[in-house]
């Protein structure tokens, strides 16, 4: 998850620093040994766009599926879902699928 502020949230820096912003968030379920579920939780999540990334770190062919939940007080708000083959190197967004919600307070 990549925060407003261009903080990447991810396997190598599972918790964010608390910006001056109040920006905030964790990588607090982690699944590395499969193929999920994980979660990026936010206590006070800042206005703006939260770009996710999806990237199949597993490696795992043919292409697995993945569905992306956003919830707001264990409401779910939206949901997105699709495939994605094997990662080709590296990690940024540009080789993933990938997902922009716009958080409105």
Avoid at 22 to 36: E, F, H, K
Avoid at 58 to 74: F, Q, Y
Wanted: proline share 8%; with cysteine.
């Amino acid at each position: 998850v990549v925060r407003p502020d261009g903080e990447l949230i991810y396997f190598g820096a599972p918790t964010a620093m608390i910006g001056e912003d109040g920006l905030d968030g964790a990588l607090d379920v982690d699944d590395q040994i499969g193929t999920g579920p994980e979660r990026v939780s936010f206590s006070q999540p800042a206005p703006g766009d939260y770009i996710v990334c999806v990237n199949n770190f597993g490696n795992i062919d043919p292409a697995t599926g993945w569905t992306l939940r956003v919830r707001e007080d264990d409401v779910v708000q939206t949901m997105s879902s699709g495939t994605i083959g094997p990662r080709r190197s590296g990690f940024d967004c540009s080789n993933a699928a990938d997902f922009t919600y716009t958080y409105v307070p």
